[in-house]
């Protein structure tokens, strides 16, 4: 059986409790003591660790001890001394049932039931389509076949599809390695266009308030010229040249 790893969990360090011990946390956790609670939380991540060991090729280890651990502090608030059990004994069925019931769902995003449908119809529809033309269709022509629109096709595959750790390791070198959250870039948020942003703010600061409400209708709320020109009590022609006002000053201030 191989080694689990969870990032961020030292189990060299993590504390061992004799039975007495343990029973005198319990004790005082259902009178209400938060760090009785937390130090039976953390003296028994081994035992979830051994459970996840159990599973780990079946789902990713770091989703696996997340789930564990609610089932482990299920076992702790259900948890009753005149069970006459150690208590070991009463969270393993805990703790292996949310892992069960986390890899029975598929993935830890809960997806209706009408969806899960347009995946399966979606699914079998691809796989129609590569037999008979042996070439794999779009989503368009996915989307065509079922009758159904592109949007929820694309949602629901998206839906269904296997979830990846961020913690997930890409790349590894002994002991050294890349995770995947590592190699995740955000070009939204680079100089160049934290500083275009920045220029945009003010120059929309400068603007007319009612070019800024048309703007804000505009592009913000999303509703469309027709939608505004009701909204704000002016014709459909008049929001247009607001807009198109609106867009000339803040270009000029770019």
């Known amino acids: 059986m191989r080694k689990v790893v969870i990032n961020g969990i030292d189990t060299k360090s993590l504390p061992k409790l004799t039975q007495a011990e343990c029973a005198d946390l319990l004790v005082k956790t259902k009178e209400g003591d938060k760090d009785a609670k937390d130090k039976l939380v953390i003296?028994?991540?081994?035992?979830?660790l051994s459970m996840v060991q159990r599973f780990s090729s079946r789902a990713n280890?770091?989703?696996?001890?997340?789930?564990?651990?609610?089932?482990?502090?299920?076992?702790?608030?259900?948890?009753?001394?005149?069970?006459n059990v150690r208590?070991?004994?009463?969270?393993?069925?805990?703790?292996?049932g949310e892992i069960r019931r986390f890899i029975k769902d598929g993935t830890g995003i809960k997806v209706s039931r009408s969806m899960r449908d347009i995946a399966y119809k979606a699914l079998k529809a691809k796989e129609e389509f590569e037999l008979k033309n042996c070439t794999s269709p779009t989503m368009l022509e996915i989307a065509e076949e079922i009758d159904v629109p592109l949007r929820e096709v694309v949602c629901a595959l998206d839906a269904v599809s296997d979830t990846i750790s961020l913690q997930e390791r890409v790349y590894s070198d002994g002991e050294d390695g890349l995770l995947l959250m590592e190699q995740i870039g955000d070009s939204k948020q680079n100089e160049e266009n934290w500083s275009t942003n920045l220029a945009i703010r003010e120059a929309i600061k400068n603007l007319p308030e009612r070019e800024r409400q048309v703007l804000n209708l505009r592009y913000y709320v999303g509703k469309t010229q027709v939608e505004i020109s009701k909204s704000i009590g002016i014709s459909q022609a008049q929001v247009s040249r607001l807009e198109k006002n609106a867009l000339g000053i803040i270009k000029e201030c770019l």
Do not use: C
């Open 43 to 48: 003296a028994n991540l081994r035992l979830v």
């Open 61 to 83: 280890s770091d989703d696996l001890f997340q789930v564990g651990v609610v089932g482990l502090m299920k076992a702790i608030d259900g948890f009753d001394p005149k069970f």
């Open 87 to 96: 208590f070991s004994t009463y969270a393993v069925p805990m703790i292996t």
